[in-house]
């Protein structure tokens, strides 16, 4: 398997989900060897790309053919195409009334469909006499069938005007030609109303107004029936939003509400067809509305799409759809066959909240259709706002009783807790049973900080590294400084020692910070109860609640006597030295640069590291967005590493941006651009300049020295941040705290191990 190239060169990372919840669903299942989570490849639908050949945006579908405009440069008129997204063959034209257009005459236009499958473009030729504005000369509709054949054009009359000008989204017409236009309110701010009209003898005749008691307008629509629908959108008394559907009567200047809640947070509208009264999208699929139903019918990431990537859609009146991914472009969708399936073997994946990247990557992979498919399943489907932990608590659950899959993000859950009992395999088995692969190019540091008891049973393919920053001047030379020696560092007259915010603000990032280095993982033990963690608390108790406070970022800020905040000069805090520790972290080599010239003047700075009880190291923390584990059992281990191992490729690596890279051959390649960057922006009034080779060598040495990788387990944080609430409350004293800390996490870190 490790000599079979299952990536082609532009594959990002892997992945394909659904929602699987078990046995008895509907679509294609199998039984899997060593893994037992159920596979599920409901609404997999496969795409090519459509629309590539213009550039051109698509209004609707007529026939076969999808109609797309553009506007002109220079002119502002706009240009029509005509393509067919299966044969890419497309024609562009212009309304027949531009062709006699006279000098300084202009053409403005805009498309609408109709119930009989023709449609129209509405034209308006004028001439600008300046100052804003316009010699109308005339209205009128060119209106076209399925095979662009001109078939009429009807002059309008001067009511067409404010239709004209519409948003296409706001015009509308039914079965039996009345027209539905949404215009303002003039008696009520922000509220619009649907206004009827027919069309007859050149005139248009307004029937009235159909009132509904909601104001913020999303979309109308003509359902296969041939009445109009409008959906307006709506807030709870959460803030959370909604969308409420109309069924219009122009004749009876009615709206009736057919739906309360259609698609939650759906993101566009279109016509029904095919059976369905009318289509959306949200961020997990498509749906077909018929009746009272509301049914998936493409799942965003079992057909290789970015759930938040999908904004548009077309359907076609084959049964297919146009499908537009911010960014892909627009891709033509059709059904995957059940042969296909069958064809295709599956290989699952467990997550929590599923990084975007690795999902992303999960896409580009399930596209190459080299046999495999990743099918992921999310338990963060569970997590509820009262209960935000519940996914972690499903699927560590599953797992303890059996229910595994091929692989698993453990991200959050209690890695150790399940790496005890062997779940996992040893990533460094695979590593050195492959020939090709060398774990000398890659920092090896890396991978040991992330083991567990001398096996890497977790494996992230990039990261960043977590770190303090002070001027050399207050704090030495020395990496690695512990907690203790943090703490004891003497301060200038009004120098804080960290970001200074109210202690109530401070108390999260502290405690969510602090486990890293006060937490053994391998041996399941803690140390709240040292000393050096007593007097950090006594610090922590020591900062006022409320008042000003210090960014993160480096910006003072300061209350004005209206109480509200305003921002002083950027990174001033560390260069006026009223900050003596700056926690950053590197994403990239030229971070060094710009902490040094943007924070410190331009001052010799050390890295000091995060205060830890637990000296390992230089004291920098590796943090990466994502770990995997592979399952012990799965019989797709070779399939999953060569995914892996492309991941961890120099070609892939370098691709990466706002991270850094564990392959050290993109590492200096990344570092050699950022050494030659002669534009690198200025901030403020501060240049930043090129990263000069003693900077980048600064850089390469404390990424060597790391020993340790970022530790946060959610029960662990919900304990620390209970006591210390406590303890900012008066309720216990910081060494009280501090014990009960030890007791609790310590039971907690027992029971796991």
Known sequence: MKTRKLFALTISLIMGMTSLTGCGMGGFQKEKNGATLELSMDNSWKSTPALQSVSHDPHFSVGAHVLCSKVMPYTGEREYCWIDPITKENTRFLPKCAENLEQLERLDSSPI?????????????????????????????????????????????????????????????????????????????????????????????????????????????????GTVHIVYHNFDHDDNYYDKVYKLDAVNHSAERVYLAVGGEAYQYAAGMNGYDFFYINS??????????????????????????????????????????????????????????????????????????????????????????????????????????????????????????????????????????GLFADWYTLMDADEEFHREDYYENFFEAYEYRGKLCRLGINFTVMTNTAKTEFVGEEQGQSLAQQLDIPLQDGMQRFVCQPAEQLVEPWMRRYQTGIINRDTAECYFDSPDFVKLLEELNSIPQGDAFYSSEGEVWITDEGGNFMPQEYGINWRENRVLYNDMTLSEPMNIRTL???????????????????????????????????????????????????????????????????????????????????????????????????????????????????????????????????????????????????????IYLSEQS
């Open 284 to 421: 997990n699929g498509l749906y077909g509305v018929k009746g009272s139903e509301q049914i998936q019918l493409v799942n965003w990431i079992n057909s290789d799409f970015m759930p938040y990537h999908v904004q548009s859609f077309i359907p076609m009146e084959d049964g297919n759809f146009i499908v537009g991914d911010g960014n892909d472009g627009f891709s033509y969708i059709t059904p995957r066959s059940q042969e296909e399936i069958d064809n295709t073997k599956l290989i699952s994946m467990a997550a929590v909240d599923l990084s975007g990247s690795l999902l992303e990557a999960v896409m580009d992979y399930n596209r190459e259709d080299n046999g495999y498919r990743f099918v992921v399943k999310d338990y963060g489907e569970y997590s509820t706002t009262e209960e935000p932990y519940k996914g972690y608590e499903v699927m560590k659950d599953d797992m303890l009783n059996g229910i595994v899959a091929d692989l698993i993000c453990t991200d959050g859950v209690n890695f150790e807790s399940l790496a005890s009992k």
């Open 596 to 746: 040094r010239r943007m924070y410190f003047g331009d001052e010799d700075i050390t890295l000091t590291g995060y205060p830890m009880v637990i000296d390992e190291g230089n004291g920098g923390v590796f943090n990466t967005e994502f770990t995997v584990s592979i399952n012990a059992q799965s019989k797709e281990q070779e399939a999953i590493w060569d995914m892996i191992k492309y991941l961890l490729s120099e070609d892939y690596q370098r691709k990466m941006r706002f991270t850094l890279p564990v392959n050290r051959a993109a590492m200096e390649k990344k570092i050699d651009i950022d050494e030659h960057n002669v534009t690198f922006a200025a901030f403020g009034e501060v240049f930043i300049g090129e990263l000069e080779s003693w900077e980048s060598d600064i850089f390469r040495d404390y990424i060597e020295g790391i020993r340790t990788c970022y530790y946060y387990d959610y029960k662990v944080h919900d304990i620390l941040m209970e006591e210390a609430e406590k303890m900012l409350a008066g309720d216990q004293s910081p060494q009280e705290c501090a014990d009960m800390m030890q007791s609790r996490v310590s």
């Open 113 to 225: 469909k109709f119930h009989d499958g023709t449609f129209g473009i509405i034209c308006l030729i004028y001439k600008g006499l300046g100052g804003g504005e316009i010699e109308i000369h005339r209205r009128c509709m060119e209106v076209y069938d399925e095979d662009l054949t001109l078939i009429e054009t009807v002059e309008l009359p001067d009511e067409m005007f404010d239709m004209v000008y519409a948003d296409a989204s706001k015009i509308c017409t039914d079965k039996d030609g009345n027209w539905y236009v949404v215009q303002p309110d003039p008696e009520q701010n922000y509220k619009e109303v649907v206004h009827c009209y027919q069309f007859k003898d050149g005139k248009f005749l307004e029937y009235g107004v159909a009132e509904t008691e909601d104001e913020y307008f999303r979309y109308m629509f003509t359902t296969a029936d």
